[in-house]
């Protein structure tokens, strides 16, 4: 969280992470998400999924998605479309589609990676 905060600090407001799965496989969808959390917002074990046990996940999984508090959107680009774009741009699609179907657009984004 403290590069959304220093992103405050410089006066955007409402800021969004964004991040992708899918880049590994030779074939199959990439899949971005964009993600607000409310100020002050904690959620215990809430940091790097891939530390997390497949309870964990589902735990943390349930608190976000039932918190409506919570803005957050999924996109996929299929393999098809990142055989046609490649999957340096499919995965730029995904990002921008997940970011354009949040409710509220961001004025500043955080993208993992």
């Known amino acids: 969280m403290k590069h959304e905060s220093e992103a405050k600090k410089q006066g955007w407001r409402f800021v969004v ?10 074939a199959g969808p990439v899949v ?4 607000h959390l409310p100020a002050r917002f904690r959620c215990p074990g ?3 999924s891939k530390k997390l046990s497949p309870t964990q996940r589902d735990h943390l ?4 998605t039932t918190d ?3 803005m957050w959107a ?8 990142i055989d046609e774009l490649n999957i340096l741009v499919a995965t ?8 354009a179907a949040l409710a ?3 004025d500043f984004a955080l993208i993992d990676g």
Do not use: K
């Open 61 to 64: 999984y349930e608190q976000l």
């Open 17 to 26: 992470g964004i991040d992708e799965a899918g880049r590994g496989p030779l």
């Open 32 to 35: 971005a998400g964009a993600v």
């Open 104 to 106: 509220i657009p961001p």
């Open 92 to 99: 730029h699609t995904a990002m921008r589609r997940a970011v």
């Open 46 to 48: 809430l940091n790097d």
């Open 74 to 81: 999924v996109a996929v680009v299929e393999a098809q479309e």
């Open 68 to 70: 409506r508090r919570v």
